[in-house]
């Protein structure tokens, strides 16, 4: 049984930083590209970073870029998502997910699929 569980979240002030990770199980975690997504309150999850199998290569979506790092470690089936410069509109539950299509980040990357491994997501609040 494959379980997805991400954790790091919690209150911030902006300008602040927060260290996101997602441990998965159950699966073979360098056979999947791996993605963070995030849903504020009233809209719809947004695709915010993806990292290919190995690390090799990431994507961002235009709104964090330069301020969120996605990383992974294979050897301990770990995903993780830097977050530094934060601000109140990062406010969101921020989720990961394992691709179950690609080993690398796709042009539709951002696309939700829910056939995806997906965890149950951490809470980010930033205040101003």
């Known amino acids: 049984q494959v379980q997805v569980v991400e954790s790091g979240g919690g209150l911030v002030q902006a300008g602040g930083s927060l260290r996101l990770s997602c441990t998965a199980s159950?699966?073979?975690?360098?056979?999947?590209?791996m993605h963070w997504f995030r849903q504020a309150p009233g809209k719809e999850r947004e695709g915010v970073a993806c990292i290919r199998w190995n690390g090799g290569s990431t994507v961002y979506a235009d709104s964090v870029k330069g301020r969120f790092t996605i990383s992974r470690d294979n050897a301990k089936n770990t995903l993780y998502l830097q977050m530094n410069s934060l601000k109140p509109e990062d406010t969101a539950m921020y989720s990961c997910?394992?691709?179950?299509?690609?080993?690398?980040?796709?042009?539709?990357?951002?696309?939700?699929?829910?056939?995806?491994?997906w965890g149950q997501g951490t809470q980010v609040t930033v205040s101003s």
């Open positions: 159950g699966l073979t975690f360098d056979d999947n590209a």
């Open positions: 997910a394992a691709d179950r299509r690609y080993l690398s980040c796709s042009a539709s990357w951002s696309r939700i699929r829910e056939d995806n491994y």
